[in-house]
C-alpha cells in the first residue's frame, strides 16, 4: 500500500497535485517498488479523507505519465522503475553570466550521468516564473530556483509556494520574509561584504573614503548596500553609496572604489590611468566575484567573493542526499596589487 501521505490544506498546491507528487516521490526514492499494488481510489479517499474525485484525477494523471497502471478487477500497480529512475531537474536562474556558467556545470557534474538538467532564466519577472512553474510542476522531480525577484516579491513568494518543499532547492539568494523547510544553498550578503573588508582592513587604512558602486541599471541584493555600510561605520569610513562609474565620475588619490559590474571596474581604470593615478597606490580598486581576467588585469584586481562552483556542487548533493539544510556558501577575500 502507500507509505503514511499528509495532505496539507495550508499550502496551495492542489490536494490531488499532492497525491500525485508523494506517489512520484516514493517511487523514485524506492519506497514504493515496481509491480508494487496501491490503494484503490475509494481505499484512499477513506482513509485520507479526501474526495473521491480529487484522487481518480491524481491517478489518472499518474497514469498518463506511466507512473501507474490499473488492472481489470485487481486494482492499481507501480508501473515505473524504482531506485534508477533518471532524476529530472529544473533550473530556474535569474540571467545568465561567467558566474552562473560555473554554477550550472560544476550542478551537473555533481549529479552525473544519471539525471536530466533543464535551465531556464526567469530573468527577474514573475510572470515567466508563473509560467515555468505552472507549466512544469509534475514534470521534475526538483526545482531549483535563484530567486532573485525585486518587484512583486509577495507574488513570487506564493509561486514558489506552490512547490512542495521536497522538491524545492533555493541556492544564491534567500528571502528574509520566506524561509521554506528545503534545502537551502545561499550567500550571506549583508555580512559576507563585512567579513571581507575586515581581512583587508589593515590594505584600507591607507584610503580615506569607500565608494560602494551598487549598479542602477543590474538589480542586485540590497544587503550588499546594508553590509558597505555597516562596515564604513564600524571602522570609521567616510563612505559613499553610487550607481555607477562613467567618464564624469570624480575619482581622487586616497579613493578606493568596490564594484561589481565589469563595465564599471574598466570605467575605474580608465579614468585613473588618464588621471595618472596610480591603482594600488593611490586608488584601490576591489572588484566582485572572481574571474581569471581579474588574476592578471594590471597585474592582479583584489575580489571578494563566493565560491560559485562550491554552490553548484553543494546544491546538487542537497538532492543526491534528500537533505533539507541550509548551508552559507564559502565567501572570500583575495588580495591582490589593486589594493
Given amino acids: 500500500m502507500l507509505p503514511t501521505l499528509e495532505i496539507s490544506v495550508e499550502t496551495q498546491v492542489p490536494k490531488y497535485a499532492q497525491v500525485v507528487n508523494a506517489i512520484t516521490d516514493a517511487v523514485r526514492r524506492g519506497t514504493l517498488k515496481k509491480g508494487q499494488r496501491i490503494a484503490s481510489i475509494n481505499e484512499f479517499s477513506e482513509e485520507h479523507y479526501i474526495s473521491r474525485v480529487t484522487v481518480e484525477k491524481a491517478y489518472n494523471r499518474l497514469r498518463e505519465k506511466g507512473t501507474i497502471v490499473s488492472v481489470r478487477g485487481k486494482g492499481f500497480y507501480i508501473n515505473t522503475v524504482d531506485f534508477n529512475m533518471t532524476v529530472k531537474v529544473l533550473l530556474l536562474f535569474n540571467k545568465i553570466s561567467y558566474y552562473k556558467e560555473q554554477i550550472y ?22 510572470q515567466i516564473l508563473r509560467s515555468l512553474v505552472e507549466d512544469n510542476i509534475h514534470d521534475y522531480h526538483y526545482f531549483v530556483i535563484m530567486p532573485y525577484f525585486y518587484e512583486n516579491v509577495d507574488e513570487a513568494i506564493d509561486i514558489i509556494k506552490t512547490i512542495p518543499p521536497h522538491q524545492l532547492i533555493i541556492i544564491d539568494r534567500q528571502f528574509p520574509s520566506f524561509q521554506p523547510k528545503c534545502g537551502t544553498v545561499f550567500q550571506d550578503f549583508e555580512n559576507d561584504i563585512v567579513e571581507a573588508l575586515e581581512k583587508g582592513l589593515h590594505l584600507l587604512r591607507k584610503y580615506s573614503k569607500l565608494y560602494f558602486v551598487h549598479s542602477n541599471v543590474v538589480p542586485y541584493p540590497p544587503e550588499m548596500v546594508r553590509g558597505f555600510r555597516k562596515f564604513c561605520m564600524q571602522s570609521f569610513f567616510q563612505n559613499e553609496v553610487i550607481g555607477e562609474v562613467n567618464e564624469h565620475t570624480e575619482i581622487k588619490k586616497g579613493d578606493v572604489f568596490i564594484v561589481i559590474e565589469e563595465t564599471d571596474l574598466s570605467n575605474v581604470i580608465k579614468i585613473c590611468l588618464a588621471k595618472k593615478l596610480k591603482i594600488g597606490r593611490d586608488v584601490g580598486i576591489i572588484s566582485y566575484n572572481e574571474t581569471p581576467l581579474k588574476e592578471i588585469l594590471l597585474d592582479g584586481i583584489t575580489v571578494i567573493t563566493t565560491d560559485h562552483g562550491c554552490m553548484g556542487e553543494t546544491a546538487a548533493q542537497l538532492i543526491l542526499n534528500d537533505s533539507v539544510e541550509k548551508i552559507k556558501n564559502p565567501f572570500s577575500f583575495i588580495r591582490r596589487k589593486s589594493l
Avoid: E, P
Avoid at 107 to 125: E, Q, Y
Fill in 105 to 126: 556545470q560544476s550542478f551537473l557534474k555533481t549529479l552525473g550521468t544519471n539525471a536530466i538538467v533543464d535551465l531556464k532564466i526567469h530573468h527577474f519577472d514573475v
